[in-house]
């Protein structure tokens, strides 16, 4: 109850006017602020408090099922048991580490030692390189070289690519100068990634460096580079699941409306990030963003033309008129010419469409449509009625609403629904920019991998949108994880979790007994060799420096 000095300004007692209106104290009405509340007052106010902690507990699960990528780790490929390695040897080993998605997706630096790199980069223009990059969004994005492996056979594509990346800063850019910065690397035998090469030659143009200069700043972003390399047996599947699954507990439960089109509403928040991590083949708000090719983003008329063809349109939409004629039980409608028109519909494809489903219908010239019920009763004819009304008349399958929407440069198409695969096949699409939200889709008409990137994107962009930050290495690995085995599966006990090998890891997870249970009826033996189980029983768990196993001679000491 709340205290009477802090609520004695607002004390309203409407009583008297909800006995008047025959109003009961249940419906959300608290009768006053002075006295406690009744029953039925209680169980109304304290219903978002319950909601808000099954909310929390939502959180709390969704972490857990994300929990699953603790498996992966960075492991070597190749254990020596004598301890006796030469240098040579010793080079090979690390050179034979196995990474998960190659040196934990792509670059094989650890997250928490990137600034080192970054520090050596900035070291010999202050602040001015790292105000510059936060001022362009190319920088923040792949470069389309980022498979390119530089060597004196192909530094052509390299330069091109750089020239083309870097065109934009007006640096008036000449292939020389790539050069100069690419002879420098491959005397010092370097292997940067191409990120860095573009940072370096920035830096080498904006502040004029001499052959020295630039000498010594390779080598010290190289050093800067080696310590940032991720180590042996890095839980970076532990440090993922953390990444991802501790902003969750953060994430709103809305549903928002779509980024600059308020007609449109989409789920957001941790609804989305359930949905994603469940791999939710039915999702709640299914959308599409549709582009055109250069012939057709900036033809207002091909655009809405094709809006009008994929949208979901009903007799409802092109009404003029609609009756329910309860004398001659009959329900007339009367359809509107110019919404037709403004449509692009066709009206004798219209009336084809209403003859085909009902059998019982006359059609006058004058845009007048007569329907008759099978049984002449009131139940019939309404039923009749909600029936017209909502006769889908033209449109795709899976599509809504539609909205149009003026971009920079082009027109965009938003859709309510989905189906990527009836849009791909209309004229002037854009297949390498229109998409969907759904990512069982994109795995059915693109492939898995297609569905990997959707999960990265959806799942960044999910995140992002509530204002988390998330490593982009985390969210991969996730992504990974899911489209590992060719199809798109769930973190939870239908997925992922409940597929673990060890009865202990599943048991953990959640339904404890019955997992132990059918384990013992079928005489399962559990390896321990990951980390929940290992954990269980108390022993050293295959990461960090319990993922090796070091033999020592004794003759040796």
């Known amino acids: 109850m709340a205290d009477k000095n802090e609520t004695s300004q607002a004390i309203v007692n409407v009583e008297e006017l909800f006995k008047k209106n025959k109003i009961d104290f249940s419906d959300s009405y608290v ?171 920035r830096v080498y143009i904006k502040r004029d460096l001499s052959y020295d200069e630039l000498n010594e700043l390779v080598l010290k972003v190289n050093e800067a580079y080696g310590r940032a390399y991720i180590e042996a047996g890095e839980a970076v599947g532990t440090v993922a699941a953390q990444s991802v699954g501790e902003p969750g507990t953060q994430m709103t439960m809305r549903t928002f409306h779509y980024a600059g089109v308020a007609e449109l509403n989409v789920t957001l928040g941790l609804p989305r990030l359930i949905e994603i ?46 009756n329910l004629d309860y004398g001659s039980m009959q329900v007339v409608a009367t359809l509107d010419p110019n919404k037709i028109q403004s449509r692009r519909l066709d009206y004798d494809n219209i009336i084809a469409h209403v003859e085909k489903i009902f059998k019982k219908v006359e059609i006058e010239d004058d845009y007048k449509l007569t329907f008759k019920p099978k049984n002449a009763t009131i139940r019939e004819i309404r039923l009749l009625a909600d029936k017209v009304r909502d006769l889908q008349i033209s449109g795709t399958k899976g599509i809504g609403k539609v909205i149009i929407r003026k971009g920079d440069d082009e027109w965009i198409i938003h859709t309510e629904g989905s189906n990527l695969k009836a849009i791909f096949n209309e004229e002037g699409i854009d297949k390498a920019r229109s998409s969907t939200n759904d990512i069982h889709e994109i795995e059915t008409v693109l492939g898995i991998e297609a569905a990997r990137n959707a999960i990265v994107h959806e799942l960044n962009r999910t995140l992002s949108d509530q204002g988390l930050t998330v490593d982009i290495r985390h969210i991969m690995l996730v992504a990974d994880m899911m489209t590992s085995e060719g199809v798109v599966k769930s973190i939870g006990r239908h997925g992922i979790s409940g597929e673990k090998s060890s009865v202990l890891a599943r048991a953990a997870f959640e339904e404890t007994g019955k997992h132990l249970l059918h384990a013992s009826i079928r005489g399962e033996m559990d390896d321990l060799t990951g980390i929940i189980e290992n954990i269980i029983i108390g022993q050293p768990i295959p990461l960090g420096t319990g993922s090796v196993s070091v033999t020592m001679k004794p003759d040796v000491y």
């Open 277 to 322: 991590v469940d791999a939710r083949k039915k999702i709640s708000t299914p959308t599409m963003d549709i582009f055109f090719e250069d012939e057709y983003k900036n033809d207002e008329e091909f655009v809405r033309k094709l809006a009008n063809k994929i949208g979901k349109s009903t007799i409802n939409d092109i009404l003029l008129d609609f």
């Open 31 to 201: 009768k006053n602020f002075q006295q406690d509340y009744d029953n039925n007052e209680l169980s109304y106010e304290e219903l978002d408090d319950l909601i808000d902690s099954i909310k929390t507990v939502e959180k709390a699960f969704k972490k857990n099922k994300v929990k699953s990528s603790e498996i992966y780790l960075i492991r070597l490929s190749q254990l020596y048991s004598d301890g006796e390695l030469d240098d040579d040897e010793l080079n090979s080993l690390i050179s034979r580490i196995l990474l998960v998605e190659e040196i934990f997706e792509n670059n094989g630096m650890d997250i928490s030692k990137t600034d080192i790199i970054e520090s050596a980069i900035t070291f010999t223009k202050e602040k001015l390189l790292y105000n510059e990059l936060n001022t362009l969004v190319l920088l923040e994005k792949e470069l389309a070289i980022n498979d390119i492996e530089y060597s004196k056979d192909n530094n052509i594509y390299l330069i091109k690519a750089l020239e083309e990346e870097l065109s934009v800063e007006q640096y008036n850019l000449l292939p020389e100068t790539i050069s100069k910065v690419l002879d420098v690397i491959e005397k010092n035998q370097i292997n940067f990634p191409p990120s860095y090469i573009k940072d370096l030659v």
